[in-house]
């Protein structure tokens, strides 16, 4: 649904525009190809294809590879697959890396005009005469090299006559600037690093700061939307688009996505993958979209997330709570009802016909009409979920007890009238008789019962491995660590317990990947580790404390 009022960024979108300051509204996602995409990812495609689309404009998805040590090509796919799924598709793709020949001709250029210089300063050292906040910085010895001796240094660089990490290309711009990002920042490194796309063709490579504005002005780009984190690097954009001459972005931040209970930083979930804390990138438990994908989450149920948190200027945390509410709500809207039994007990129907197995029918959703109905065995041989049954009950147990009565959901009223024990005293069995005046769908007995449970047949059934899945920590900010811990010691010891469930004979057919609400439990989906054996994902609970 189209929101009452425009944001921060829709606003300065339409100003721009009214102003004649931007041609139309060309904005990119640009993923750095050194992981796979995470939630917070997820928000950012939302806003950058959602304003090409409201705006009627044009995306791109653009990988920031020029960090050779960090990048795969593995990564490169799943990007592009995670943002088809979530339902986008760009209008070109890019790589920043397409981009190092102009780059380097635009470095040359800066170095003519005396606008950049070569430092033989290492690492540390640059660090050092950078200063502090409170500390302007000390200009380097190697500041008022000619420009020509310069040139002849960058090209030396280029060509590969120097070992990784010797020298540097500076802009020349503020050792006393306010703004640290301004105190000649460094444009181009030494790495003799294979890249996973230009191969051994280039020994330097650019930081990110020098090839990312450059990136979107090659493009065209006229919104360059990134996190708050830039914010302070915005001037250093303005200054090279400015000092270079050419077309110029405007660059505009928003608050990045941090949730509850979970970590979105990308080293910390390689860090999860690699010490096999989960089962990989995609284990449903992690906040990748592959992850959430696994885990049955819907693109719909994600893209109504994002636009339901918005874009905001300050930082603050979203409670998990919205996520997990998000594809509730959807697939309460178009999952399936399925009966499956967890934790099963026998339930026998005395004055059932014996052998006799009937089809009852039942509704495929309450949500949705068109979804129609299905047929069910119904037999005097059931299971029930255990804790479904008490022998003695409180009066407001509106389940089955001993001497009371249920509705089968979709099936008949039954009463129960006593219980087969074993040797320690546990209920093995649960006798009832049925009700034949009472068949769901044809009921006109006007007997009214207070609770409806499910139920399979026995016979009929189908067993199937469930994973229930949980929050993976156990506390709502992972990242706050104690005395000599890391957030891996908030892993939550219980984020995943597998069970085994008796499904009714429908659920055979489904697919990895099918959605369905279990009815009474929850949200659940097929995996692909499913073969002879259907395995299901939790995906939620029904509600937020379930059981009932
Ligand atoms: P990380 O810190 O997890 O490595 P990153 O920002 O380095 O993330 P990139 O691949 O550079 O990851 O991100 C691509 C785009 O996604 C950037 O424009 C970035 O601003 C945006 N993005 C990344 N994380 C979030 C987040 N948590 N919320 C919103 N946008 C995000
Ligand atoms: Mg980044
Ligand atoms: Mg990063």
Redesign the pocket.
């Known amino acids: 649904a189209p929101r009452a009022t425009k944001n921060f960024i829709e606003q300065a979108i339409d100003a721009d525009l009214a102003a004649g300051k931007a041609a139309g509204v060309f904005t990119r996602?640009?993923?750095?190809?050194?992981?796979y995409?995470?939630?917070?990812?997820a928000?950012?495609?939302c806003?950058?294809f959602g304003l090409a689309k409201s705006y009627d404009g044009t995306c791109n998805l653009r990988f920031?590879d020029t960090n050779p040590s960090k990048e795969e090509t593995e990564y490169v796919e799943s990007i592009q697959e995670d943002v088809r799924w979530l339902g986008f598709q760009w209008d070109n793709l890019h790589y920043a890396s397409d981009y190092f020949e102009q780059l380097y001709q635009w470095a040359e250029q800066l170095v003519q005009d005396g606008h950049a210089y070569v430092c033989d300063l290492d690492a540390e050292k640059t660090r050092e005469y950078r200063g502090t906040l409170t500390q302007p910085g000390t200009n380097s010895p190697y500041r008022d090299r000619t420009p020509e001796e310069n040139l002849e240094l960058l090209r030396k660089m280029k060509a590969g006559e120097f070992p990784t990490g010797a020298r540097t290309l500076r802009a020349k711009i503020d050792m006393a600037s306010p703004n640290l990002n301004l105190r000649d920042p460094v444009m181009y490194r030494i790495m003799h690093a294979h890249h996973h796309r230009t191969g051994d063709q280039w020994c330097i490579y650019p930081m990110y700061d020098w090839a990312h504005g450059q990136s979107d002005s090659i493009e065209g780009i006229t919104f360059s939307?990134?996190?708050l984190?830039?914010e302070n690097h915005r001037p250093l954009y303005d200054w090279y688009c400015r000092t270079l001459g050419i077309h110029h972005p405007r660059q505009i931040e928003?608050?990045?996505?941090?949730m509850t209970y979970t970590v979105?930083?990308?080293?910390k979930?390689l860090q999860l993958v690699k010490e096999k804390h989960v089962n990989g990138w995609d284990d449903p438990r992690m906040p990748t979209i592959s992850g959430l994908r696994r885990r049955g989450y819907t693109p719909e149920s994600i893209r109504n997330f994002a636009t339901d948190v918005g874009v905001a200027k300050f930082n603050s945390t979203i409670d998990v709570i919205r996520l997990e509410n998000s594809v509730r709500e959807h697939l309460n809207r178009v999952a399936p009802r399925r009966m499956v039994v967890f934790d099963p007990i026998k339930l026998t129907i005395t004055n059932w016909p014996e052998g006799k197995v009937e089809m009852v029918e039942a509704t495929n959703n309450p949500e949705d009409e068109s979804a129609g109905t299905r047929m069910v065995p119904f037999s005097g041989s059931l299971l029930i979920g255990s804790d479904d049954f008490r022998e003695e009950a409180p009066r407001k147990f509106f389940r089955l007890k001993k001497g009371g009565a249920v509705r089968l959901r979709s099936g008949y009223i039954i009463d129960c009238h006593d219980v087969v024990k074993d040797a320690s005293g546990n209920v093995t069995e649960i006798l009832c008789t049925y009700d034949p005046e009472t068949k769901s769908g044809q009921d006109e007995s006007g007997r009214k019962v207070k609770g409806t449970i499910h139920w399979v047949s026995a016979e009929q059934a189908v067993k199937v491995e469930v994973r229930n899945y949980d929050r993976l920590f156990a506390v709502e900010n992972p990242e706050v660590a104690g005395e000599g811990q890391t957030f891996l010691d908030h892993l939550n010891p219980d984020s995943l317990t597998v069970t085994e469930a008796f499904a009714e004979p429908e659920l055979a057919e489904s697919k990895p990947g099918d959605r369905f609400q279990f009815e009474r439990l929850g949200y659940y989906v097929v995996d692909r580790d499913s073969g002879e054996q259907l395995v299901f994902n939790r995906v939620v609970p029904l509600r937020d404390s379930w059981g009932k």
């Open positions: 996602f640009p993923p750095e190809p050194n992981g995409l995470h939630i917070g990812h928000k950012s495609i806003l950058n920031d939307i990134c996190t984190e830039f928003f608050a990045r996505l941090n979105m930083s990308k080293r979930l």
